[in-house]
């Protein structure tokens, strides 16, 4: 990690690249506004249908709990496989992972990326605009992964897999298909992890004693498919699953568990007994 990391006051983008990606974020949230004003088709959703699950495993697993926490092991093809799922919203497994674990590093200190106390926009979408660190900083907290070079590949042409994708929905059915069957899951996927990190650092319950403000919120879990058990989540990152208690759904685990059944993953991790079974620590 480099030994000087700069205030999150301080921009690592030109002005010009954070106009240019303010500008995408608004243009996709207009693609599909219009989108439903001037009429959708069956194909539309039927691509969606097929799409948003893959974009949102993307984000949810192949991001999150694998590519930035290791929290289980796999086959360099299907890590591939899980890179290019993330790819379909624009998702790009070091850029993210580098930031990720910056967050965990500096949760909710002046450093962290996304925490709440930046505010509502830095929270939900200005880490996308402007992290703070430099393209090197992030790269440095995953060198592990440049040792891939499909990975290095997919960094380099990120938005590749995604624009195919619209390309594919503007032939099967138009401006629609492509809005509604790309574009409305790439939405809904920012969102959901802005949720996140907004939400699950400012409202809901702590169960454990973390060094940030992290929390469990369950409307935001059942949003999520299990990303809003997040105070648990911070207590122990490397876990594969989030949900810590029977009750606390946790969809993504599930997906991972049928995976390990499958033999694609394995060395999953979990949560130690203690964490699971013990009283709660305040």
Known sequence: MPAEIPSRRQHA???????????Q??????CVVVAFIIGTKPIDWMLFVILYPIQFAGV?????????HRSFHTSRVFQFVLALAAASSFGDPIRFAGKHRLHHQHADEPNDPHTPL???WASWF????DSGYTPEQLDAQVRWLWRYPELRWLHRHSKLPALTLCVIAFWLGGFTTVAIGVLLGVLLVLHKSSAVNYCC??????????DDQSTNNLLVALFTC???WHNNHHRYPVSARAGFRWWEIDMFYWVICVWEALGLVWDVKRPPPA?????PAR
């Open 13 to 23: 983008r030109s002005g010009r690249e954070r106009a240019m990606i303010t500008a």
């Open 25 to 30: 974020i608004v243009l996709l949230h207009l």
């Open 60 to 68: 949810a697993i192949c991001l999150h709990r694998y590519f930035a």
């Open 118 to 120: 930046h505010g509502f």
């Open 126 to 129: 200005g880490s996308h605009v």
């Open 201 to 210: 650092h400012k409202f809901g319950s702590r169960r454990f004693v973390t």
């Open 226 to 228: 299990g990303e809003g």
């Open 275 to 279: 964490l699971l079974t013990g009283p």
